[in-house]
């Protein structure tokens, strides 16, 4: 949650801060933050791999040094009366990359505290995963930053800037204070090569890296709601503030569901739960395309375009947190910090690519009739793809997990 309430009162800005204090062009800024997004999501592998060789605590805690530095620098950008651009892409780069770090290393740590969890319930007994509440509080926080930055405007964004700095180096003393410090082994140095191979492991799991290829298109589905959705909204000709509303609608429904949503995941395994997320987004740019499909001319209003978030919302709440559970079971003995950051990567990889390639779309005139869904078949194809195959995939990544722990439940009985 303080990760999220720091982050959403510096970032949301930013654009703002790039189009009015820089004077930059839209694709100059859509490229800035492009890359931001990236050093982020695409390094989570980075981030990951190191959490597993050298324990998620430190790297959570250079992660909120790295944030902090990164921040510091966006306000340096903006210290003198000449606002300097590549200082600014420097922090926004170290931004991404602080993320990179102490979001793979959460992960770790919440997995390890599921698998605890787990083991310690009776086998049968089917609840509501720990990356749900992650989920909820993480959405707290992302409604509660942006009020905080928004409250802080009045003094400029190299004020918010600066304490978002000062808050994400207060949040590493609360961390190094309170999350308890595992020792590393002593090892040989071919124990150190041993270890330093398995976790590069997910990118040898040819079969993992199949699910989180077709895992990344929830990723490219939801940012949608910052890329498609603003932009059919200009195209409906509805005032901006409606962009707020759909925010502030997609945060009331994690907040009321995601913990009900992923009791029923739980209840009916995690392929169907796959299948039931990917289908609901499908649903949601089905319901942003089939309008001007069947009604050539007819323009898309406020409702429609609220009913798609909402199937898009729901649809990621159900396949998000389930693919995210499924990692350490998954992962079996090898690290799994690796096997987050590699799901993560992916998802950024497709998601700098698909921006590409649907926002250029959607910037071409419309045309009235069946060409106006094309930009919507770019989503929805791969997402009916993912509901028809991923599901299969992980039926075998759990039974090959099943079969290389039935040694160890014999030995231990």
Known sequence: ???????????????????????????????????????????FIVGGTLADRFGPRSIILVGCAVRALGFFTLAASLFTGFPIVWLFIVGTLLTGFGGALFSPGLSVLVAAAETTRRDDSHPAEQRVTLFAWLSITGEIGAVVGPLVGAALWGWGFATVAGLGAAFFLGIGVLLWRTLGNTPRPATSHTQSTETSRRSWGSLRDRRFIAFASLHAVDLLAYNQLYLAIPLELGRAEVATQFLGLVFAWVSVLALALQLPISWLAARVGAPAALRMGYIL?????????????????????????????????????????????????IAGARPVGSYYGLLATCGGIAVLLGNLLIGGLLNEPSSPGPASILPWLVLIVPLLLAAFFAPGVVRGLLTRSEKSMAPTEIQSR
């Open 1 to 43: 949650m303080l990760f999220n309430i720091g982050f959403y009162a510096v970032v949301p800005f930013m654009a703002l801060v790039l189009t009015e204090d820089f004077g930059l062009a839209g694709a100059a800024v859509g490229l800035i933050l492009g890359v931001r997004t990236f050093a982020q999501q695409g390094l």
């Open 281 to 329: 987004g499908a649903l949601g740019f089905c319901t942003l395309g089939a309008p001007g499909m069947f009604s050539p001319g007819h323009k898309i209003g406020p409702a429609i375009i609220l009913a798609a978030v909402t199937l898009l919302a729901l649809g990621h709440m159900t396949a998000h947190p389930t693919a995210l559970g499924l990692i350490p079971r």
